[in-house]
């Protein structure tokens, strides 16, 4: 299993970033992320903007697990 310091990737609902609410919010997490040059996505298609609970798991480099 990966740990999180070994991780390479943050996602995030695109909710977050189409939804003017969380504007301020998607502003300031970008700002950080592309200031620490840590790489980001976004998945389409989610209903909340929470991902904790249906995000998959990176085990190793180059395999997921998803525990749906």
Known sequence: MIIDKET???Y???LLKN???YEESYN???????KHKI????LKGTKDIWARD???????V???NNFV
Do not use: T
């Open 8 to 10: 390479n990737k943050v």
């Open 62 to 64: 180059g395999s997921v």
């Open 19 to 21: 939804n003017s609410v």
């Open 28 to 34: 300031g997490i970008i700002r950080i992320l592309d």
């Open 12 to 14: 995030f609902s695109e």
């Open 54 to 60: 249906y995000m998959p798991i990176q085990k190793e």
């Open 39 to 42: 790489n980001y996505d976004f």
